[in-house]
């Protein structure tokens, strides 16, 4: 809290509230739901909690960004505290799906305007004046005809006596002052002098360390385990065998790592021990299989196809690959007999309570949860296993512990991002109009590897979009932008074969479809034609599309969790060998909230893409993972950054997120420029195996 | 299990753990300091970057019978209050993401620009190209490292 006379507080959900005004409007607690909560001290301190997890998309401050825009706060009087689990308190805690601001814009305003007017109703009633008199702007009440100001320290105490209105007015976004502008992260001054915010930093008195072993091969479990040597280590506490996890629990890190290399634990079968190999041969075979489950059909895709003057048929496949959030997996827990204490970096504390609940058999009111900022996220910490495993560590140990994944953990630990590959069938009429689309999304446990509403359904007539999963013991999770951080780069990439194939430029083939979609839209689509139409025509523009002497250009456009991003990529030839040198985005996500950290979001995604797409593998040979850390998994460096110069459409429609929707445009624009630079279709991921790359391979 | 004695921030730290200890896990279980960082284990990340006698070194591969009497400076004792030029041009040109790496990576401008004060963009590029950052932040690490280096 802000340590001085805590004055006006609104907790805008919990039965605790402080304020009666606010707790007996409980019509509008329930019809409003903000999800926020905030204070302001005497000193015209203001606090305000932040909900969400926060792991580089910047939450911690666009979130109370747009609560002190509309409390017209003076922002250099704002504090950001990272708020624990609340379910009572806020409505989504967690991070993901880029939903967070689409989810909360609304909240945050109200949240905002409502203290701003409390505060100005506080000042007119000490003024005697009418609040219609009132001004507010930069953490004051003004009064012009008096010319009478106050702070809002000053009115808190009396604005948290009124009655808390059941609608108040917003702002015109003309008057937005923070919103829109740059504003630097709120923790950076923690981040740049090393204070331990992160889970892994997390230190309690009295609490022990533990390393988990867990099978090295998917499909195996454990046969027998021989700790007697570790258990005899130096600072080693324990060796404790549970599930399918041996865990090492010791007093420090490193003793814990060295003990480890002495347990001898032996395993055996326990379902399909599958290879990288297998699953080549098997997407052959399910894509030819009867079981695909229909996901979209619109008309009459067999006789499209057999009356098509032209028919494009082509493939596409992605390797497994993990997330590698540079803070590997940890947690700790303590569970005792009056409750459970859980502590540590994750997307989703409300489903690891739940989860920790359900094992331990407690209620989940008998469980906290803490959220420490999080080094990385890009889904993996949305899975909860590492923190379950740790509750379930304590209980068995009876001891606070804190639990730490290794980066090799970390690697072979699962929940990658599934391996897929595509069919795309496209039937060309004589004026090369696409009058036919076919796609079979296979993948290893990937549910619906497609998304059969998007862009280009809607724009053809005749249209069969399926897909079908092969079940493994190699487990899957979402990845950053799920499902589409590899079907944006396969479907764009085919697209623009389609268009070659038509003898049309890739920009006018889009433009056309979308032409078609909005004149005649072939059953419901989930895009917005006009959005989306806006974005392809500013990044031609922007990027000077098809106008550069000696530069080859690639398109790619994507719908991506309600946000619409077009990138054209440049390529020039160096050596014989197409390189990457420049990535124009243009985003609309509507009202953009910070730009310095919607900029963040849109180059790291275009990195984060570019750099999956050009260098991420990961491989299995007898179910065990063959990428363990960074000396054999290749992550993007400096030096293999492309320019990057991203755009924003400026339509103030309600904003929706950026933590994903920039990335999966982005393998698509790449592959299309080398395409366009080199007459080589990359239809494989990750691109430096490609015979085109097979002499730049070394030397990273 | 040995005493050692390290010369940290300008201080001296006491530590009683085995020989091959590497620095990292001294400074972060032992000593409290956990600003740098563990990222991979193997000197292939830079999330454990530390100064030692003025040069990037990755503490993570670095055993503490190692140090002896040699100068080590972590991301707590880069500046006395957050106010080295790199610190201050990371907060500027706003760095960080998940800022987990940043650590590391500042701790590596550090000694290319106490080597090279006035690096270009390829000296730039050579010496933070073993820092990896997950979040792709790249463009502002190498603008925020040119801004510092204006500055010095």
Not at chain 1, 5 to 34: C, D, H, Q, Y
Not at chain 1, 61 to 90: N, R
Not at chain 1, 122 to 127: G, K, T
Not at chain 1, 541 to 569: D, I, L, N, P, R
Request: aromatic share 8%; proline share 5%.
């Amino acid at each position: 809290m802000t340590g001085g006379g805590l004055l006006l507080r609104f907790s805008w959900f919990s039965a605790e509230a402080e304020i009666p005004a606010v707790m007996t409007k409980a019509n509008f607690i329930g019809e409003l739901g903000i999800n926020s909560y905030l204070s302001i001290a005497t000193d015209g301190t203001i606090t305000i909690f932040s909900p969400n997890p926060e792991l580089g998309q910047n939450i911690m401050t666009s979130f109370p960004m747009i609560v002190a825009e509309e409390l017209d706060a003076d922002w250099t009087k704002v504090k950001v505290v990272q708020a624990p689990l609340d379910t009572q308190k806020f409505e989504r805690q967690l991070t993901g799906g880029s939903g967070a601001i689409p989810h909360s814009w609304k909240r945050l305003r109200t949240a905002g305007a409502t203290a701003r007017y409390l505060l100005m109703a506080a000042a007119a009633n000490r003024w005697k004046v009418e609040p219609s008199e009132c001004t507010a702007s930069n953490g004051f009440v003004l009064h012009a005809k008096s010319g009478n100001k106050l702070g809002y320290g000053e009115l808190a105490d009396e604005a948290s006596k009124i009655a808390v209105p059941a609608e108040v007015p917003l702002k015109s976004r003309k008057d937005f002052k923070i919103i829109g502008s740059s504003v630097r992260n709120v923790e950076n001054k923690k981040i740049i002098t090393g204070k331990g915010i992160f889970g892994l930093d997390f230190y309690r008195e009295g609490m022990v360390l533990a390393m988990i072993q867990r099978p090295t091969a998917f499909g195996t479990k454990i046969k027998s385990v021989d700790a007697s040597a570790a258990k005899a280590m130096p600072g080693i506490i324990d060796v404790v065998t549970f599930k399918n996890n041996v865990a090492i629990v010791g007093k420090s890190t490193w003793e814990i790592m060295k003990a480890r290399k002495a347990v001898k634990i032996e395993y055996e079968k326990d379902g399909n021990i599958e290879s990288t190999s297998d699953h080549d041969r098997l997407f052959v075979s399910l894509l030819n299989s009867d079981q695909a489950k229909v996901r979209r059909k619109d008309g009459d895709v067999e006789t499209a196809f057999k009356n098509a003057a032209k028919i494009v048929k082509s493939e596409y496949q992605c390797p497994f690959i993990p997330h590698n959030p540079m803070e590997p997996m940890n947690f700790f827990a303590d569970v005792r007999a009056d409750g459970v204490e859980l502590v540590g970096p994750t997307q989703t504390p409300a489903s690891a309570r739940t989860a920790t609940a359900k094992l331990l058999n407690i209620p989940e009111d008998k469980i906290t949860v803490t959220i420490t900022r999080l080094g990385g996220g890009f889904g993996r910490r949305l899975k909860f296993d590492y923190v379950v495993e740790a509750a379930e560590l304590s209980s068995i140990i009876k001891k606070p512990v804190k639990v730490i994944w290794s980066r090799e953990d970390d690697m072979m630990g699962g929940s990658y991002r599934p391996a897929v590959r595509y069919r795309f069938e496209a039937a060309l009429d004589e004026k090369g109009n696409m009058v036919g689309y076919k796609l079979r999304g296979v993948g290893i446990n990937v549910n619906n590897s497609t998304r059969e509403d998007n862009f280009p359904s809607g724009a053809v007539e005749n249209l069969l979009i399926d897909s079908v999963e092969h079940i493994s013991p190699i487990t899957t999770g979402p990845w950053r932008a799920p499902v589409t951080n590899f079907l944006a780069y396969a479907e764009q990439s085919f697209l623009d074969e389609v268009a070659v194939a038509a003898g049309k430029d890739p920009v006018q083939f889009r433009l056309e479809l979308l032409q078609k979609a909005r004149m005649n839209s072939v059953g419901a689509i989930k895009y917005n034609i006009d959005r989306m139409e806006t974005v392809i025509k500013q990044a031609a523009e922007k990027s000077g599309w098809g106008t550069k002497k000696g530069v080859s250009q690639g398109f790619s456009v994507y719908f991506s969790h309600a946000s619409y991003v077009a990138q054209v990529c440049d390529v020039v030839m160096i050596s014989g060998k197409p390189a990457v040198k420049k990535i124009v985005a243009v985003s609309d996500c509507g009202e953009v909230i910070n730009k310095s950290g919607a900029l963040q979001q849109v180059m790291g995604a275009i990195v984060d893409g570019y750099g999956h797409a050009m260098y991420g593998k990961l491989t299995f040979k007898d179910g065990v993972p063959g990428e363990k850390n960074f000396g054999e998994y290749r992550l993007i460096r400096m030096k293999e950054i492309p320019e990057i110069e991203a755009h924003f459409i400026d339509n103030g429609i309600d904003p929706t997120g950026l933590g994903e929707p920039a990335l999966p445009p982005t393998g698509g624009a790449v592959a299309n420029a080398i395409f366009k630079a080199t007459g080589i279709r990359l239809k494989n991921q990750p691109f430096i195996d490609q015979p085109l790359y097979n002499s730049a391979k070394k030397g990273f | 299990m040995a005493m050692f004695t390290l010369q940290i921030n300008g201080k001296e730290y006491r530590a009683d753990v085995a020989a091959d200890t590497p620095v990292l896990w001294v400074l972060r279980d032992h000593l409290g300091l956990v600003g740098t960082k563990f990222g991979c284990g193997i000197a292939q990340c830079g999330a454990c970057t530390i100064l030692f006698e003025g040069n990037a070194v990755r503490s993570c591969v670095l055993p503490i019978s190692a140090v002896k009497t040699s100068k080590i400076t972590t991301i707590e004792g880069l500046s006395e209050n957050g106010d080295h030029p790199l610190q201050i041009a990371w907060d500027e040109v706003d760095v960080p993401q998940c800022g987990y790496c940043q650590a590391g990576q500042i701790m590596t401008a550090a000694a290319l620009l106490k080597r090279t004060p006035k690096p270009t963009v390829e000296e730039i590029d050579n010496a933070m190209h073993g820092n990896i950052c997950r979040c792709g932040a790249y463009h502002r690490i190498r603008e925020a490292v040119l801004s510092a280096a204006k500055k010095i």
